[in-house]
């Protein structure tokens, strides 16, 4: 891992980089024209007093590089919180110097100094590189749940 890496919590400064991240983790994805956040949505779910959801910062040589979005949940068989990553992106010119793990790794301390009983994410079927560095990190893919998901007018019908 590069010395020059740096991890460090995202500040609303950083709301126009954190979007240029999420648009290309989108495009990289093939779900470009799925992204809808604005800065508003990540003022008010990242960076307001009632935001459930956080933010990490890479940093290479002092240029963003990275970052990573997670929130807390809640485990009911541990009896304690554990950490979701939503998504996790390095910049393509900035893979294999340890971005990726270092801001796992920052991940995982918080995970320990908040008693998480848990630190999980996906991962898309196809996308094999990603899939070799979690198993290299040892792991383990959870195979025996299947993720369900409202959205849209489905989500707007079981609301009423």
């Not at 940093?59 to 919180?81: C, K, L």
């Not at 294999?96 to 801001?103: E, I, N, R, S, V």
Request: net charge negative; with cysteine; charged share 25%.
């Amino acid at each position: 891992m590069s010395s020059s890496i740096v991890v460090r919590a995202a500040d609303m400064g950083d709301t126009s980089t954190i979007l240029r991240f999420i648009r290309d983790l989108a495009i990289y994805e093939h779900a470009e024209d799925e992204v809808l956040t604005t800065p508003e949505h990540v003022h008010r779910t990242i960076f307001s007093p009632e935001a459930t959801a956080h933010a990490l910062i890479c940093e290479d040589a002092g240029e963003p590089v990275g970052m990573a979005v997670y929130f807390f949940n809640y485990s009911t068989w541990q009896g304690r919180n554990g950490i979701y990553l939503e998504d996790l992106y390095v910049d393509p010119a900035a893979r294999g110097k340890g971005a990726g793990t270092a801001m796992l790794k920052h991940l995982a301390r918080i995970a320990v100094e908040k008693d998480c009983g848990r630190f999980e994410w996906s991962v898309l079927d196809w996308n094999t590189p990603s899939i070799e560095f979690y198993d290299r990190l040892g792991a383990k893919p959870q195979t025996e749940w299947i993720r369900y998901r409202l959205t849209g007018q489905e989500l707007l019908d079981l609301a009423k």
